[in-house]
Every structure is written in structure tokens, then in C-alpha cells.
């Protein structure tokens, strides 16, 4: 193996249960073993770090899993072609509505179809004749945003009539929820349960559900950092593989890393009402340890949307781009498959 071109670097970060893989490489020392330090960003907001991934200032990140395919197709922002060499997580996504407007609704377990729900909802809005319903999503171009969609749309729900989607950072809506700037949202862990825990309102839906298995975030690089620093990219995948290869390994582990993401670099006192770390089970069906090799045909559900996007202003979804974007060549090289 090539030794790393970079000793140092900088991975950016949004604060959530999936940033766990990077917070565990960093505190377990699976980076420095890898033979780089590593510097972790926490970002307030999902366009933050696309920006700065795409300046240059990090070096890589913790994105949502469809931002490289936006990035590389100039969604948003000028086109940068960005690469999704490793898998950090799977699930982890919760719908979540206010007390007022969940009430009566069910619990979300296995054997619970989450269009029940939806259908609860839309019953609720036809005799609700005042303002829309206010719904949060982290980003346009992420599974939050489609998966809310694709709910709603189970409860045969005019979104365009009947609620108000916006854009928040996932670290701001519970406190939003709380006082009523908005009425929903749809977000990763660990802000759902406890939006839930608050009482502020109950967890409706999963994104799991929804999507079963797919991924919901990725490390992201651009594809000329990339070329510029192979052996870096390398060690990184490595030591981020190692890192799940750990957590997966034992309950004290888990527990271990629990206690990593309540550091106030980190998630801080948002995870104080976990008693564990990603469980697989309901409410968000978190899977922090499932295979971490990505490739084109997982993406093929967000690359439907995205390739909507695309037709809106009179352009196509190319395969080679969300090959490119997705291949696992990367990753088959670090780990030697």
C-alpha cells in the first residue's frame, strides 16, 4: 500500500447518527493507524458542506447519498463532479408530526403499512380549512425530501394545495416543531425520537419503510481530489471501513461510540435519550453496519427522481454519470476485493 499523499485533512460533517463512522475512525484511532489526521467539521447545513466540498475547504464529507449525483449534474449549484466511494448508513429517516396533528394515529412498527398514516393525515386536512400544514426537509436533492413525497403522495395528499414544504437543517427543526414554526418533518436521527421524546409529537412513518435497505448517507470527495490524492482516498475508505468493522463487532463497542457522538464537538446533548446507538429496529430501522460498497444500481430509486429534476429543464440523467458517481472501483481497491 502507497503511503497517504496527505498527513493531514479535513472531513466536513452534519450532525447526525450516520456522522458515526467518521467519529469513531477519529476517536478509536482507526485514521491515525492509516497513517493520516484527521480534522472532523461539523457544518450547519447541508449546502454549507456541498460548498465547501466543492471549494476545496473539506476535503470530504458526510453527504446524502444523492448530493454527489446533484453536484456532478450542476443541481443547485455549477457542476462539480463529486464521487460516493463508501456507504456510512442505511435507514435512519422519521416523519414526524406535530401533537396536533398526529393524535390518534398508530405507532410505527414492522407489521404497520406507513400509508395508514398518510391516509390518517389526509383525512385530517380535508376538514382542516386554515393554513396549510408547514413540512420540513432537509435539502431538495436528498432521500428526506422524496421519501416525505412519496408518503404524502400514499394518502393521495395535493401537495402543491394542501401543505407548505421548506428547507431546514436537521439541528434546528425540533426546536422549530417546539415553537410551532413548523407542524412536520422529515429527518435523520437522532432528531426524530426525540422530537418524540420531547412530546413535541409522535414519529408517523419511516423512511426505512419506505425504502427499505437503501442508503442514506455516503463519504463524499470530488472527483479531482480524487485523482489528486489516490493513497488518501484509500487509507480513508480503510479506516472508515475498519471503524464499521468495529461497531459492528460488540454491544460494548456500540455503547462506546454512543458516548463518542455525546461529545460536544460532536452531537452533543442530542443523543442524551438514546440508549443505544442506531438501533435496527423501529422507530428509524438504523443500519450503521450493513455493506458499506456502493454502486450505480442501489441509487437507481433517487436517480428516478433526480432524472425528474433533469427532464423539468429539458435535460437527461446519463448512466455514465450515475456509474461514475456511484463506483465502487474506489472502494474494491482499499479493501482489496
Not at 21 to 50: H, K, Y
Not at 73 to 99: F, K
Not at 188 to 206: K, M, N
Not at 214 to 233: D, F, I, N, Q, S
Request: with cysteine.
Amino acid at each position: 500500500m502507497s503511503a497517504p499523499e496527505l498527513e493531514r485533512m479535513t472531513l466536513g460533517f452534519i450532525p447526525l447518527i450516520d456522522a458515526a463512522l467518521p467519529i469513531i475512525a477519529r476517536e478509536a484511532g482507526f485514521f491515525t493507524a492509516e497513517g493520516i489526521e484527521v480534522t472532523l467539521s461539523r457544518e450547519n447545513a447541508w449546502s454549507t458542506l456541498r460548498d465547501k466540498l466543492a471549494s476545496g475547504l473539506l476535503d470530504s464529507a458526510h453527504l446524502l447519498s444523492p448530493m454527489p449525483l446533484a453536484m456532478s449534474l450542476g443541481l443547485s449549484r455549477a457542476p462539480c463532479e463529486t464521487l460516493a466511494p463508501l456507504i456510512l448508513g442505511r435507514g435512519g429517516n422519521t416523519i414526524v408530526l406535530s401533537r396536533r396533528w398526529s393524535q390518534g394515529m398508530h405507532a410505527i412498527a414492522e407489521d404497520r403499512d406507513p400509508r395508514c398514516n398518510a391516509q390518517a393525515f389526509a383525512a385530517r386536512l380535508a376538514d382542516h380549512h386554515g393554513e396549510p400544514p408547514r413540512l420540513a426537509m432537509v435539502y431538495p436533492y436528498s432521500c428526506q425530501h422524496y421519501q416525505l413525497r412519496e408518503w404524502l403522495a400514499s394518502g393521495d395528499i395535493d401537495i402543491q394545495r394542501r401543505i407548505q414544504l421548506s428547507v431546514m437543517p436537521p439541528q434546528r427543526m425540533v426546536e422549530a416543531m417546539a415553537n410551532g414554526a413548523i407542524d412536520g418533518f422529515c429527518v435523520g436521527e437522532p432528531w426524530g425520537s426525540l422530537a418524540q421524546h420531547r412530546d413535541l409529537g409522535s414519529i408517523v412513518a419511516s423512511g426505512a419503510q419506505c425504502w427499505p435497505g437503501h442508503p442514506e448517507k455516503v463519504l463524499g470527495v470530488t472527483a479531482a481530489w480524487a485523482l489528486r490524492y489516490p493513497a488518501t482516498l484509500a487509507a480513508l475508505i480503510r479506516a472508515l471501513h475498519k471503524a464499521g468493522q468495529w461497531l459492528a463487532a460488540s454491544p460494548d463497542n456500540a455503547r462506546r461510540a454512543l458516548d463518542w457522538l455525546a461529545l460536544p464537538p460532536y452531537l452533543d446533548r442530542s443523543v442524551a435519550h438514546l440508549a443505544a446507538l442506531a438501533p435496527p429496529t423501529a422507530p428509524a430501522w438504523q443500519n450503521l453496519i450493513g455493506d458499506p460498497r456502493p454502486s450505480a444500481e442501489i441509487m437507481s430509486h433517487v436517480a428516478e427522481h433526480l432524472d425528474q429534476h433533469m427532464h423539468e429543464s429539458g435535460r437527461a440523467l446519463d448512466m455514465h454519470t450515475l456509474s461514475t458517481c456511484y463506483s465502487p472501483a474506489h472502494f474494491d481497491a482499499a479493501t482489496h476485493q
